[in-house]
């Protein structure tokens, strides 16, 4: 089952949404559905693309918080390493403009 077809999958959106919205009640509060989405593509299946519906399910709801802080935490040091110095001062009081 291909990746595109995964993210498509009426079934698939709502496991996502269910799960998005118990991380958002035990542990994450401001987590969103684009956040859970992006660390499964990314995370699970980057490298093992579940071959049914049931084990794309199975592994939406195993991806535990910790799974999601990592690759969010990951993919926000792989952004912030390709942004110019400038970009940051908004975050640090620089200079306005």
Known sequence: MSEPFLIRDKHIKLAIAL????????????LTFEHVENALIGLKWSKHHPG???????DIF???????????SSQAVIVGSQMKINEFNDLIGGKKE
């Open 19 to 30: 799960k998005t919205n118990q991380l958002k009640r035990e542990e994450l509060s401001s």
């Open 52 to 58: 049914t519906i049931h084990e794309a399910i199975n």
């Open 62 to 72: 195993m991806l535990s918080a910790n799974e999601v802080v990592q690759y969010l």
